[in-house]
């Protein structure tokens, strides 16, 4: 299928040789166009009403542990896989040149982020739990080297930090699979059938403790507030770029895999640890919004508005209404859409001034008026301003949450504020005031840069007016979801607009 | 008085027979073909016994679950699919044997003596190093086939034999080696008389060293528990050396270090498999009604051994040293699938075995390509940069990290995956929780190796890779293969080894 197109891609890039730096972004840049748009015509044929599992494609891999190569997709994998091949030729075009300073050849990098793209589409449409652990896991490989090869600055420490985090998390998920794996084989002859596993019949304890095996996992992915420390470091480090898909798109398999996996498999369970998780959401809500306000580098900025953005996505899930869930994965779009934007922006101011320090820019709005401009818009998605996309997934969060838990969404409230802070103080340090000395030749956005970008900000504009078409995906696999555990909404649901 | 004269079938011996004959055929050759010609004439006597050997393992899979030789040998698929492995294993590192330039060109000769120094300048290179393969793997390929304790016995020390002298014929650091070898041989010896005396024990408890009359006395329970507690015991405590199980595995960094790196490669990868596979019949078939006497203390065993290889290996500075310790921890997953004792466990643990033995030789054959002018050069502070210099190898070796860490994608992955999902089965949840966390410490250090690798720049130099000679090359080339075969479609393999998994008593 689509995600095939990708590795190929990367198969024949592999075979260009070393030198021809050019044509291997070309080939790189072309084949994520054409991801996209075999990935938008799929999209087009998606039937929208349908809460059954699409494109539904089975082939068994190794039988004799029961475990099938088995993808399909419901319209919250939908919007998260179509988010992603977007984002990769955005990001391909957008970082043209970001290769160059790292460890081994251009080439490497395009093929490194072509395997990634395989996965990232792989592992939001598998629905065997095995499948998506496999590629859960091999995905922190390509993005190791990513960061390792390419970054700046402590880049290593920063790549290792990533890789053990994850790996720490992904193994206690390991521990449950293979729990689930036994059961199965007790119950229903060894499956890894996410369907099937979702029948599983297990005592509260047991369904708690491998809850936790899949929580932690994801919520060192999705970075929550206490798990949350290598996202900033390797935000710094990573080149742009690959922190548009780390952040953009990785860490959204963590919330991805909230709702997909420990909702679906263990809905007891996460019954009775939502207080938890919803008061860890709202902790990483305001914390991540204070040290943001805190932060003297602009990445590392950006890294902690995301943990904020974070605790407002899983407090959306686990809030469990369809209000709220909607919101949350229309959020974990936006989101992939305004921190690309702030980072890729981000990233050139960076590439021009040579410093990351928001205090060496100044006056930045004079000197590069468009790369001012298309850092305020991006900020102010960032910051939720209404008529930009992401205060319609915000205001889903914080209404859908409010019903069923309004001390959180009152607190959660606070972080708006904050957000208003963390995002106007740099846009005032960096674009306004005047001209810090060395900024005044900064050269503004080129017509590469100015298409790369285009397409992002139209998006937030666009969707943040109009959000119909993904709501009216979205919504009905929300609503499955939450039928499925057995939760009916508190009030009745406005249709979200 | 009347004779009956042995009915021997040797047709299901053949595999051991071939290999032997080619070791005989080997030590004629050291006697009568001239010195030239040797090394070529060697190397494809011992190749073709080994792959013939194979091709007859292979022929009788069907003739299997029959006894030979009087019943002191017995033929099963497990016993064939662990004979398999280990000529697998030994036809990819025979390719490494082949590098002379890892062996002492006059082992007789004192270090540093002028006689080494001419033997060395004369080009005179170690030819008797097949005969003693094949006589290490002759041992090999009997323990886990052997079906009582004397047989059992012999096949260890033919196995260990060889090895210990083979352990001290180093070219570069020969006194490392000869300690290595001579620390080796003790201990070795002395692990064999634990196995003696728990030998004895067993037929004390059973009046008989016959697997299947231990294992009727087990059942009748009839005997002394106290005697067969230490019976079990003292003969696990033979075994558990020679697989380096904490705390039996004081030998094995050293060794490891001092050999010559295509030895330790073998013999890591090949005495694992056969001393797994003699542990698993044991234990599966013969013990398998005390298991009451014994899985506490195999779990204890495995916990320890998993927690202090993965712990201790991150503190080492030497390439050949870390994998030594990884080597601890990985019998330490191995032993879950002893405790396991279950059918899955059987099959997760051949496939395991398999897999491991495959990456290690291949891991092995990296390391004898890192060298600078004195020789093999196993600091891993010097192997920094490797990744700028010699990307290929660099990558090489790190894909084989990434399977011993058991990343996805790889055989390691699939092999950890069904040992413990089989060790859960069985209720062993603290040991496999202690696996899991155990391989979280494991990571560290094999990513450790990545970073320096690749993420490090090189301080100083002198460190380079040699070019492979084409025979190393096939080593890790055929090892690089089956790694990530086995990591993407594990099923033909699973396939296979599933209806052979079977004991018979």
Redesign the interface.
């Known amino acids: 299928m689509t995600a095939l197109l990708p590795l190929t891609g990367a198969v024949l890039l592999a075979t260009l040789p070393k030198s021809a730096e050019l044509r291997a972004k070309q080939f790189a840049f072309g084949t994520t166009l054409v991801t996209a748009a075999s990935a938008i015509a799929m999209a087009v044929q998606f039937q929208r009403d349908n809460t059954d599992l699409q494109f539904v494609e089975v082939r068994?891999?190794?039988?004799?542990?029961g475990i099938n190569y088995a993808v399909g997709i419901d319209g919250i994998a939908l919007v998260l896989i179509l988010m992603s091949v977007i984002l990769a030729p955005i990001v391909i075009l957008a970082g043209w040149n970001e290769a160059q300073g790292g460890?081994?050849s251009v080439k490497t990098f395009y093929i490194l982020i072509l395997v990634l793209e395989t996965m990232m589409i792989g592992v939001f449409s598998a629905t065997d739990v095995f499948l998506f652990?496999?590629?859960f896991?091999?995905m922190?490989?390509p993005v190791y080297?990513l960061i390792?090869?390419y970054g700046t600055g402590e880049?290593?420490a920063a790549?290792?930090k990533f890789?053990?985090y994850s790996?720490?998390g992904g193994?206690?998920m390991?521990?449950s699979i293979?729990?689930l794996?036994?059961m199965s084989?007790d119950q229903a002859g060894h499956t890894f059938d996410l369907a099937k596993l979702a029948n599983l019949e297990m005592s509260s304890t047991t369904q708690n403790f491998l809850f936790l095996g899949f929580f932690i996992a994801f919520a060192i992915k999705a970075p929550l507030w206490p798990f949350h420390t290598w996202l900033p470091d390797a935000a710094q480090s990573a080149t742009p770029g690959t922190s548009v898909l780390l952040l953009g798109v990785l860490d959204k398999v963590g919330t991805f895999g909230m709702i997909r996996y420990c909702l679906t498999l263990f809905p007891e369970a996460s019954k009775t640890f939502t207080p938890v998780i919803i008061v860890l959401a709202v902790i990483s809500i305001i914390y991540g919004a204070i040290l943001a306000i805190g932060q003297k580098d602009l990445k590392r900025l950006i890294a902690f508005t995301s943990i904020s953005h974070f605790g407002f996505i899983t407090m959306g899930i686990f809030a469990m209404t369809s209000q709220s869930q909607s919101g949350a994965t229309l959020y974990m779009f936006n989101h992939g859409f305004s921190t690309a934007a702030l980072f890729i922006v981000g990233g050139w101011m960076i590439a021009r001034r040579g410093s990351s320090t928001i205090s060496d820019f100044g006056g930045l709005q004079r000197v590069t008026p468009v790369m001012a401009w298309c850092f305020f818009l991006a900020g102010m998605s960032s910051l939720a301003l209404p008529g930009l996309s992401s205060f319609v997934s915000e205001f889903l969060v914080l209404v859908g949450t409010y019903t069923r838990y309004p001390v959180a969404a009152i607190i959660a409230t606070v972080g708006i504020i904050l957000a208003a802070l963390y995002i106007l103080i740099p846009v005032q340090r960096a674009l306004h005031g005047p001209t810090t000395p060395g900024n005044e030749n900064l050269p503004d956005l080129n017509l590469r840069e100015k298409i790369a970008i285009a397409p992002v900000l139209a998006a937030i504009i666009a969707l943040g007016f109009y959000p119909a078409p993904l709501l009216n995906v979205i919504n009905p696999a929300a609503v499955h979801v939450n039928s499925q555990l057995g939760f009916t909404d508190p009030v009745p649901t406005v249709e979200g607009k | 008085m009347v004779f009956n004269s042995p009915t021997l079938s040797y047709s299901l011996l053949a595999p051991i027979l071939i290999i032997l004959s080619g070791a005989l055929i080997g030590v004629l050759i050291e006697a009568f073909v001239g010195k030239t010609r040797r090394p070529a004439v060697q190397l494809s006597v011992a190749l073709s016994s080994l792959v013939l050997a194979l091709i007859q393992v292979i022929r009788i899979r069907d003739l299997s679950s029959t006894t030979a030789a009087m019943g002191s040998v017995v033929i099963d698929g497990p016993g064939l699919l662990f004979q398999g492995a280990i000529l697998i294993i030994a036809i990819i590192s025979i390719f490494l044997i082949a590098d002379q330039d890892n062996f002492t060109a006059s082992p007789a000769a004192l270090p540093g003596s002028d006689e080494e120094r001419q033997a060395t300048q004369s080009g005179t290179v170690l030819t008797e190093i097949y005969p003693l393969t094949l006589f290490a793997v002759a041992g090999m390929l009997l323990f886990p086939i052997a079906s009582d304790l004397i047989t059992l016995f012999v096949a260890l020390e033919v196995l260990s034999l060889p090895l210990y002298l083979m352990a001290g014929l180093s070219r570069h650091r020969r006194l490392a080696s000869q300690e290595a070898a001579l620390k080796y041989f003790l201990l070795g010896a002395f692990s064999s008389a634990f196995f003696l005396f728990g030998s004895a024990y067993l037929y004390g408890y059973a009046g008989t060293v016959s697997f299947a009359g231990i294992h009727a006395a087990v059942v009748g329970g009839t005997g002394n528990d106290v005697i067969l507690l230490l019976g079990i015991a003292f003969v696990a405590i033979g075994l558990l050396f020679k697989v380096g199980a904490v705390p039996f595995h004081a030998w094995s960094p050293d060794v490891y270090q001092g050999a010559p790196t295509p030895i330790t490669g073998f013999m890591a990868a090949a005495t694992k498999v056969a001393a797994f596979g003699a542990m698993l019949r044991l234990f599966y078939t013969v013990l398998a009604e005390a298991q009451w006497q014994w899985r506490p203390f195999f779990m204890v065993i495995a916990i320890i051994t998993m927690i202090f290889g993965s712990l201790v290996a991150i503190s080492q500075r030497d390439v050949k040293r870390m994998l030594a310790y990884s080597s601890i921890a990985h019998a330490g997953f191995l032993l879950t699938g002893v405790i396991a004792l279950n059918k899955a466990g059987l099959e997760a643990s051949i496939y395991y075995l398999f897999a491991y033995g495959v990456a290690t030789v291949g891991a092995f054959g990296i390391v004898t390509l890192v060298r600078d002018s004195s020789g093999e050069v196993s600091d891993l502070n010097r192997w920094a940069g490797l990744g700028k210099r010699s990307p290929w190898v660099a990558s090489a070796f790190a894909f084989f990290l990434l399977a011993f860490a058991g990343i996805p994608l790889t055989s390691g992955f699939i092999g950890k995956f069904a040992i413990f999902s089989a060790a859960y089965e069985s209720g062993a949840t603290a040991v496999v929780i202690v696996g899991v966390l155990s391989s979280a410490i494991a990571a560290f250090f094999y990513i450790r190796v990545i970073v320096l690798m690749f993420f490090t720049d090189a301080t100083e130099d002198g460190t380079s890779v040699v070019i492979p000679s084409i025979l190393t090359r096939l080593t890790i080339f055929i090892s690089l293969v089956i790694t990530v075969a086995l990591g993407v479609f594990p099923a033909p393999l699973l396939d296979f080894i599933k209806p052979l998994a079977i004991f018979i008593r």
């Not at chain 1, 068994?60 to 542990?65: C, K, L």
């Open positions: 068994s891999w190794i039988p004799s542990f460890r081994w652990y496999v590629i896991e091999a922190l490989v080297f390792g090869g880049r290593s790549a290792v890789l053990l790996l720490f193994l206690l390991l521990a293979i729990a794996y036994v084989g």
